[in-house]
């Protein structure tokens, strides 16, 4: 475990973006793709290209015909994504998950659901309860994650703030003296 922490702390996103960026065939997405990182999962995010539409198809007709290319991208591109998955899940000790956008559609596949511990009060498992009895969500834990992706959205811009001083302190962390 310790190993792994390790690994993950010796390269920061800018590595991590620049070997995948070396590594994933030129010929894989329609542009660069999106890498997303945490301690435990790293998500890379493509564009694939739009199929062909009559002009007048309907937003629906697009969203299938986008969704079905995805589909058709990810059948396709199976063992190509997994020989880099495998080769970066032992240099970084993390998982490799993919996703692909297309239009508007974007779908994550192989994406990792890691549990988080929790102690909560009283009150705040009467508000994961009520979202149970609402029909909102089938389980506590599935409350919770609904919870954190309504904050995720309505505190989208805070959070990106957030994280980009996050960044900035592990920048001037990582230039600082070596801890002996």
Same mark, same amino acid.
């Given at each position: 475990m310790r190993a792994q922490q390790e690994a993950q702390a010796s390269f920061t996103? %800018? +590595?991590?973006?620049?070997?995948?960026?070396?590594?994933? @065939?030129?010929?894989?997405?329609?542009?660069?793709?999106?890498?997303?990182?945490?301690? %435990? +999962?790293?998500?890379?995010?493509?564009?694939?290209?739009? @199929?062909?539409?009559p002009a007048d198809a309907s937003a629906a007709a697009r969203n299938a015909a986008r969704s079905a290319r995805i589909s058709r991208f990810r059948d396709e591109t199976r063992e190509r994504r997994i020989g880099v998955a495998a080769e970066a899940e032992r240099l970084f000790g993390r998982k490799v998950s993919w996703g692909a956008r297309c239009g508007e559609v974007e779908e994550h596949f192989t994406t990792l659901g890691v549990p988080v511990m929790t102690r909560l009060r009283l009150g705040d498992r009467a508000v994961l309860d009520t979202l149970i009895d609402a029909g909102v969500a089938r389980s506590r834990s599935e409350a919770l994650?609904?919870?954190?992706?309504?904050?995720?959205?309505?505190?989208?811009?805070?959070?990106?703030?957030?994280?980009?001083?996050?960044s900035a302190v592990e920048k001037v962390r990582s230039e600082g003296p070596a801890a002996g």
């Open positions: 996103d %800018d +590595e991590l973006s620049g070997w995948f960026a070396g590594r994933i @065939p030129d010929d894989l997405f329609s542009g660069p793709p999106t890498i997303t990182a945490d301690r %435990d +999962e790293i998500l890379i995010v493509g564009v694939v290209a739009e @199929p062909e539409l994650a609904w919870c954190v992706r309504l904050v995720s959205r309505h505190q989208d811009e805070w959070i990106k703030s957030l994280r980009e001083a996050l």
